[in-house]
């Protein structure tokens, strides 16, 4: 059974920085591609980006693109997301999660294709 944790939330002031991780531990983790996810208070979880494992392509949300670069490091079988120029706006929980087979165009920003979630971190922009 794989299991993700994510670390390195917090609280930050507006204009700051973080780096989220998210580590996969259990048996033998080859997916096709991880992504982050978050979902803010009474609203629903919204797609951030992801990242295919072999070759490190990135796909963001337009919202996200410019601010959050999602990298990987196989060895440590571990995927970052580093957020720049945080905004009130981007507190959420945010989850990563994994999918072991191409889940299709449409379905890499659809949380429903990913079978693997860790269980979420906090990330809280004050003004």
């Known amino acids: 059974q794989v299991q993700l944790v994510e670390s390195g939330g917090g609280l930050v002031q507006a204009g700051g920085s973080l780096r989220l991780s998210c580590a996969a531990s259990?048996?033998?983790?080859?997916?096709?591609?991880m992504a982050w996810f978050r979902q803010a208070p009474g609203k629903e979880r919204e797609f951030v980006g992801y990242?295919?494992?072999?070759?490190?392509?990135?796909y963001y949300a337009d919202s996200m693109k410019g601010r959050f670069t999602i990298s990987r490091d196989n060895a440590k079988n571990t995927v970052y997301l580093q957020m720049n120029s945080l905004k009130p706006e981007d507190t959420a929980l945010y989850y990563c999660?994994?999918?072991?087979?191409?889940?299709?165009?449409?379905?890499?920003?659809?949380?429903?294709?990913?079978?693997?979630w860790g269980q979420g971190i906090q990330v809280t922009v004050s003004s």
């Open positions: 259990g048996r033998t983790f080859t997916p096709y591609s």
């Open positions: 999660a994994a999918v072991t087979s191409f889940p299709g165009l449409s379905g890499r920003t659809d949380p429903a294709r990913y079978g693997i």
């Open positions: 990242i295919t494992w072999n070759a490190g392509i990135t």
